[in-house]
């Protein structure tokens, strides 16, 4: 996968945790909301999955784990300086 795939990937990917964040505007019931939070957990731990296989790839990643976003803060160059 190349760099800008992956940027591309965690940029739906935060689409996605924005997305889910917005429900809470909504009025849904508390049923609604309980069979959400599972959703919400994996979103976040494919939040930290992406970052370390964005990292890997000399990306400066960061994941919240809360909401599941990652924040892209620079590039490293090819020799992993920033």
Avoid: W
């Amino acid at each position: 996968m190349t760099k800008e795939a992956m940027q591309n990937l965690i940029k739906k990917h935060n689409d996605v945790v924005q997305f889910i964040g917005t429900l809470g505007d909504v009025k849904v019931s508390a049923e609604v909301v309980m069979r959400l939070m599972p959703m919400s957990s994996k979103i976040a731990s494919l939040g930290l999955a992406l970052t370390h296989e964005a990292r890997e790839m000399g990306i400066d990643a960061k994941c919240c784990m809360q909401s599941g976003e990652i924040s892209i803060y620079q590039e490293a160059d090819a020799n992993g300086k920033e």
